[in-house]
């Protein structure tokens, strides 16, 4: 019997008791009844509603945005953010091969394609060193001021770092790396709501960012997602082209460019609205968790991935690092055959079929963190 995997489900147990241990699990203890009852007896049951209006104001005040659109879910805010950002078909985007699939596929669905930078060990996001190293090496500025792949002659348009598990990135010297590059920067922040930068809210360093509430995140609508930005032109542009781009009017149907049919349902926008009220309980909740865990995991000698000093975590999901793929594999089936869900990182997307011909610099950092990281349970209790 392994005492170490022993050692970290006792002590997870100590934290969520017997039985069976669910990853991240949904808590509704609010008014997400209630306000979706009113939803229906309003019969605005879709993309129209008090709700959808309330979230996106709900969103804004707790993230300190002067903006927000809600979508359907956080993928679509993502394709959706891209587009306003002005990624057009045929252009590089600069990203992380460690991250979730809707990263690399919101790309693909612009027409564009991803190149991976390598990740830091400590933040798990993008490193700015590697960045700004392909960068001076790879690419320069035309005569129209754009950044350009010296190699293919493409246009390297927006660069896309993921703030993973809710942990924080070092955005702001990516932001300073991607400006003297003209590149626009857009923050996948769809693990981070709840998660800060000195002050400022992830997605708030860039031009825009995403938030998701899927059914694992921190709060949840079942699905759900939304831009946040300071800038009220991009405002008005994502949720005019999440609106199928359709021209006011109080009958007529007339579309003026390619638009998309991604706004969040009254539903789920009633739901959400209830789980915000609670936002700020579940974030000291994760925080109480986290805290624990660094504890008892550094007394007993295990590796626990904590926020860098300046950042504030969510703490959405909780990692440790084990010693290598072999540890990280045997961990992952005790674990789960023990009644305690746990789950291995992404597999890297530089090794998915359909992105493993993009451009990659060096990798070693998110290899390696592949090869041994492993999320814990992390539930609101």
């Known amino acids: 019997m392994n005492t170490t995997f022993e050692t970290i489900l006792a002590i997870i147990r ?6 069976q241990i669910p990853l991240h699990a949904p808590v509704f203890r609010g008014n997400e009844k209630k306000y979706t009852n009113l939803a229906i007896d309003s019969t605005f049951v879709s993309s129209v509603g008090e709700y959808v209006n309330l979230a996106e104001k709900m969103l804004a005040d707790f993230t300190g945005a002067k903006y927000a659109v809600a979508t359907g879910n956080g993928t679509s805010a993502l394709h959706a953010a891209l587009v306003v950002a002005g990624v057009k078909a045929n252009d590089f985007v600069l990203t992380q091969p460690f991250t979730f699939v ?8 612009c027409h564009a394609e991803p190149i991976f930078i390598d990740i830091e060990k400590d933040t798990l996001g993008i490193s700015p060193e590697k960045l700004k ?18 190699k293919s002659g493409r246009i390297i348009s927006a660069c896309l770092p993921m703030h993973s598990f ?23 922040a769809a693990e981070s709501i709840g998660s800060y930068v000195g002050n400022t809210h992830t997605g708030l360093i860039g031009k825009l960012g995403t938030l998701s509430f899927n059914g694992n995140k921190t709060i949840t609508c079942g699905g759900g997602g939304a831009i946040i930005t ?9 949720k005019y082209i999440t609106t199928t781009a359709k021209v006011p009017h109080a009958y007529e149907f007339f579309h003026d460019e390619l638009g998309y049919n991604y706004r969040l349902p ?9 789980q915000i009220e609670q936002l700020e309980g579940f974030l000291k909740n994760k925080q109480e968790t986290a805290q624990y865990y660094h504890e008892q995991f550094t007394k007993n000698k295990i590796e626990f991935v904590k926020n860098i000093e300046g950042t504030t975590s969510n703490y959405w999901l909780n990692c440790i690092l084990l010693k290598d793929r072999n540890e990280r594999d045997a961990f992952l089936k005790y674990s789960n055959e023990n009644g305690v869900m746990t789950r291995p990182a992404w597999t890297l997307m530089s090794k998915l079929p359909m992105y493993e011909n993009c451009i990659k610099g060096n990798i070693d950092n998110a290899l390696e963190m592949e090869n041994r990281l492993v999320n814990i349970p992390s539930s609101v209790i």
């Open 230 to 238: 300071n800038d009220e032109a991009i405002a008005k542009k994502a």
């Open 166 to 188: 809710g942990l924080v990135g070092r955005i702001q010297e990516i932001a300073d790396i991607c400006a003297a590059s003209h590149i626009i920067l857009v923050e996948d």
């Open 14 to 19: 100590s934290r969520y008791g017997n039985g």
């Open 266 to 274: 009254n539903l789920n926008a009633a739901m959400l609205c209830a």
């Open 133 to 150: 190293s392909f960068l001076e090496s790879e690419s320069h500025l035309n005569a129209n001021g754009e950044c350009v792949h010296t």
């Open 102 to 109: 809707a990263t690399a596929n919101a790309i693909a669905y």
